[in-house]
T-cell receptor, first 109, second 110 residues
């Protein structure tokens, strides 16, 4: 089945850019998602990208997709302390999504 | 407010007891899902339902059953709870460009 990998931790300073990376194995994935989870809460969909796109920008968020390398990234510009959370990459295929283990982003003032 | 409502929020069960987790969505989504989340891990899919009347096994279905009662509701049943089922359970509903998660049920099996 699908395998989705993310690095576990990222720490940045407030105002810097954050880049969270994700790799996956199934090249037939149709949609790729980024979710944010704050403590004690469910997941919140941040953005998604179709597999036939290579970039999508949504305010401070930029998603890059390299299909050849099966690599997805989420860039957060001007990172704020409120961006501290766990970020999950998810890859969708055949009606269901497979999630990475999440990257904990810590933003230091 | 639009969203996914899960009940209960917390539950403690003794080994061997049964319970049903309820989930309802009001966004008219076809697809609904049940996940479990364990510490330091992502979400693992237990069961999903692509449309009313259909259900399919996910990655970790053993020990669980589901019912897609109607388009709005998707319940998860533990027939005989085991300590390995201690986890946080999330229900979700989605279409291609939108996905909503419930707030989670924290289940402890002792």
């Amino acid at each position: 089945g699908e395998d989705v990998e993310q690095s576990l931790f990222l720490s940045v300073r407030e105002g810097d850019s954050s880049v969270i990376n994700c790799t996956y194995t199934d090249s037939s994935s149709t949609y790729l998602y980024w979710y944010k989870q704050e403590p004690g809460a469910g997941l919140q969909l941040l953005t998604y990208i179709f597999s036939n796109m290579d970039m999508k920008q949504d305010q401070r968020l930029t998603v890059l997709l390299n299909k050849k390398d099966k690599h997805l990234s989420l860039r957060i510009a001007d990172t704020q302390t409120g961006d501290s959370a766990i970020y999950f990459c998810a890859v969708h295929n055949a009606g269901k999504s497979t999630f990475g283990d999440g990257t904990t982003l810590t933003v230091k003032p | 407010n639009a969203g996914v409502t899960q009940t209960p929020k917390f539950q403690v069960l003794k080994t061997g007891q049964s319970m049903t987790l309820q989930c309802a969505q009001d966004m008219n989504h076809n697809s609904m899902y049940w996940y479990r989340q364990d510490p330091g891990m992502g979400l693992r899919l237990i069961y999903y339902s692509a449309s009313e009347g259909t259900t399919d096994k996910g990655e970790v279905p053993n020990g669980y059953n589901v019912s897609r009662l109607n388009k709005r509701e998707f319940s998860l049943r533990l027939e005989s709870a085991a300590p390995s089922q201690t986890s946080v359970y999330f229900c979700a509903s989605s279409e291609i460009s939108s996905a909503f998660f419930g707030q989670g049920t924290r289940l402890t099996v002792v």
